[in-house]
């Protein structure tokens, strides 16, 4: 089992940034791909970005040069910069981890799953 930890989001405005923080404990995190998604009122969840378990990044287009993750082995931590934020940004966001190090975009391929945390971006 792994259990996933999210913190660090809120309330902030248009062109500020946030850094979420997700804290795994359980099993070997090292080895896990990683992934962050979210989920706005009145939509389907959506990959944002993930990492590979060698640190391997990818993003959706949205958010490319804007977010950056980021992962600590030794913390067991994976984090999600995100600079330049927008309203469209709001959300709820999850970390997901997969007992596999190959790094995928849908969460039926993610096996853990955090709590969620909110980011709202005001205009």
């Known amino acids: 089992q792994v259990q996933l930890v999210e913190s660090g989001g809120g309330l902030v405005q248009t062109g500020a940034s946030l850094r979420l923080s997700c804290a795994a404990s359980g099993r070997t995190f090292s080895n896990s791909a990683m992934g962050w998604f979210r989920q706005a009122p009145g939509k389907e969840r959506e990959f944002v970005g993930g990492?590979?378990?060698?640190?391997?990044?990818y993003y959706k287009d949205s958010v490319r040069g804007r977010f950056t993750i980021s992962r600590d082995n030794a913390k067991t931590t994976v984090y999600l910069q995100m600079n330049s934020l927008k309203p469209e940004d709001t959300a709820v966001y999850y970390c997901?981890?997969?007992?596999?190090?190959?790094?995928?975009?849908?969460?039926?391929?993610?096996?853990?799953w955090g709590q969620g945390t909110q980011v709202t971006v005001s205009s």
């Open positions: 997901a981890a997969r007992r596999s190090s190959g790094l995928v975009r849908t969460s039926p391929e993610y096996d853990y």
């Open positions: 990492i590979s378990w060698s640190g391997v990044t």
